[in-house]
Each structure stands twice: as structure tokens, then as C-alpha cells.
């Protein structure tokens, strides 16, 4: 009987030892637990421009319309990872049940479909329609891994969101977010980009009329001139007088039509020709340079690390 005792003793104190001892050396090594974070469903309330209705759907639903909608499903994965966390981060920026600014084309719209306005989104069927039968699936599943890998990663700045805005194609180095627009971003910097080369934007010239350009800038044809009076070290427009007003780089080429502000410009007699080089502001990610980054072996975190200054990738939980 003794030596029973004795037994289930030695077998008690070995359990303690082996089993329970361990199990609370390695927990108390583990640190405080993190805390826990309220998960809340996000969904986006999106004016559609071209039905001119408002629909309401889950916030993947609607990144999975905005990557297919925003690049080309041939780009590089990781590509496709960066437009989706970059996407997410615009989007809940805002989201009016969130606080943020939600779209002035509608008065509910947190966000439009216009990609001049907010973000380009198309619906599973209008995206399949435009890719060839035989890859329909196998673009639609890499638009879903690429927003499903990334779930809840947004990008941030000294613990807050970035407005995370982006554009086609660079065509050589990103621009200032001052020198485009008027407000001095810390985290939109100029950034040098050599890998936007394949991109079918690089340049593009557009010939007008002088009687199209100046009814186009508002001004009359005896009065018009386009007397660049600042660019970017890139060769950017900053301001230009063209008469009676001085416009800004952006709204110079958003009058008229052209795809970007570097601009090249050569007068003729009645005609005058305009090669831009690039396409879009030229803020933030060039999306066919992190194409190309992405086929050089970059992440999509290294790739949002460049265009976008001093940042992080930070997954947040959400209910997508």
C-alpha cells in the first residue's frame, strides 16, 4: 500500500513537471495578449454613374469589382495584391458610416464607379464579358486570391489611413502631391520609377485645332496662348498661362483631353500637336510600374514601400 502511495506521488509530480510546468513557462513567455479589436461589417454604398443607381454590397464584392475594373488581370499577382490593398485603403477612407467623406456625386454614396471621380468598378459579369472565354475563370480566381490574400491589409501613415490614390502609368518618376494638386502630403513624394516601360501609355500625341484648343480652355482664338510658367524637375506642368487665365498642370490637361500634364508642345499654323508622356496624375502608385516591379520579384508590400513614403502595410480586422 506504502509503495502505491509513493507511486501515484512520483507519477502526480512527474505530470507537474513533463506536462503542466512547461505549459506555463512557454505562456508567460508569450507576452500580453493583443487586444482585441470589434469586428464591425463594412459594406460600401456605390452610386453607379452608368445605371445612375445607388446599390449597396459587401466591401470584398466590391474590391473584386474594382481590381478587375482598375488592372489588367495579366499583371503579375502581386501587382494585383498591391491594387487590392491600396483599393481597400481609398474605400474605407470613405465610408460614411465610418466618418469619412463618402462621393458629392450622390448625397448617400460613400463612392463612385467614375474612375475620374473615385475608383473604376465593374460588376463579375461586365469583367468577365471583356476577357476571352478561356480565361474568364482563371482571371476572375487570380482577382480573388489577389483580394482574399490581402484581406484587412491597408496602408497607413504614422497610425493613420492614407488617401491612397494611384494612377496608370508614370512614365518615368511619380510626382509631389504640391505640385499636382495644392496640398503637401508627406507620404506623396516624388518617386523615381523605371519600370512602367511596357505600358502602352508612355506617349501619345493628340493634334487640335487652335480654334478646339482655345474653345476648349475658354478662351478667344486671338487671345489664346500657352506660355508654360512652372514644371516639376520630371518636366511636368505646374502652371500655364494660356490667356486670360492661368491654370494648373491638371486642369490644363483635363480640359483638354490629354492623358497627361508632361507635355511636349509644337504650334503649327492652325494646328497644334500635344505628346504626353505617361498617363494619369502621376500621384502615388504607378500601376504598371508595380506590374513591373512585381515581375522583377518585389511584394506587394515593397512595391506600396516605393511609391508611397515612410508607410505601412497593417492588416486591421475587418468583415469584409
Not at 500500500?1 to 506521488?9: A, C, E, S, T
Not at 487665365?245 to 492652325?270: N, P, V
Not at 508595380?290 to 486591421?316: C, F, K, N, P
Amino acid at each position: 500500500m506504502r509503495r502505491l502511495k509513493l507511486l501515484g506521488v512520483l507519477v502526480l509530480v512527474l505530470f507537474i513537471l513533463l506536462i503542466l510546468l512547461p505549459a506555463l513557462i512557454v505562456r508567460g513567455c508569450d507576452g500580453p495578449a493583443p487586444p482585441k479589436v470589434e469586428v464591425e461589417p463594412y459594406h460600401v454604398k456605390v452610386w453607379d454613374h452608368r445605371a445612375e443607381e445607388l446599390v449597396e454590397m459587401p466591401l470584398s464584392q466590391y474590391l473584386l469589382g474594382v481590381v478587375a475594373a482598375e488592372m489588367p488581370a495579366d499583371f503579375h499577382i502581386e501587382a494585383l495584391k498591391a491594387q487590392a490593398i491600396v483599393a481597400r485603403t481609398y474605400t474605407i477612407t470613405r465610408l460614411r458610416q465610418h466618418g469619412g467623406q463618402g462621393c458629392d456625386q450622390n448625397p448617400h454614396a460613400d463612392i463612385c464607379t467614375d474612375s475620374t471621380h473615385c475608383q473604376a468598378w465593374v460588376s463579375q459579369e461586365e469583367a468577365m464579358a471583356k476577357w476571352p472565354f478561356f480565361r474568364q475563370n482563371a482571371n476572375w480566381s487570380k482577382i480573388q486570391r489577389a483580394v482574399a490574400d490581402t484581406q484587412g491589409q491597408v496602408v497607413t501613415h504614422e497610425g493613420n489611413f492614407i488617401d491612397a490614390v494611384y494612377h496608370s502609368t508614370c512614365g518615368g518618376t511619380t510626382e509631389n502631391s504640391e505640385d499636382v494638386y495644392t496640398n503637401m502630403i508627406p507620404y506623396l513624394r516624388a518617386v523615381p520609377c523605371g519600370y512602367c516601360t511596357h505600358s502602352p501609355r508612355i506617349t501619345e500625341t493628340v493634334r487640335l485645332s487652335v480654334q478646339d484648343v482655345a474653345d476648349k480652355l475658354g478662351e478667344d482664338y486671338e487671345d489664346l496662348k500657352l506660355d508654360i510658367l512652372d514644371k516639376t524637375e520630371s518636366g511636368r506642368i505646374i502652371s500655364i498661362d494660356v490667356g486670360s487665365q492661368i491654370l494648373r498642370g491638371l486642369e490644363f490637361r483635363t480640359r483638354l483631353d490629354l492623358k497627361s500634364s508632361k507635355i511636349s508642345i509644337l504650334e503649327e499654323r492652325d494646328v497644334i500637336s500635344f505628346t504626353t508622356t505617361g498617363y494619369g496624375h502621376a500621384v502615388g502608385m504607378c500601376q504598371y510600374g508595380a506590374d513591373g516591379m512585381a515581375r522583377q520579384g518585389y511584394s506587394a508590400e515593397e512595391i506600396l514601400a516605393h511609391y508611397y513614403t515612410g508607410i505601412q502595410v497593417q492588416r486591421v480586422k475587418l468583415e469584409e
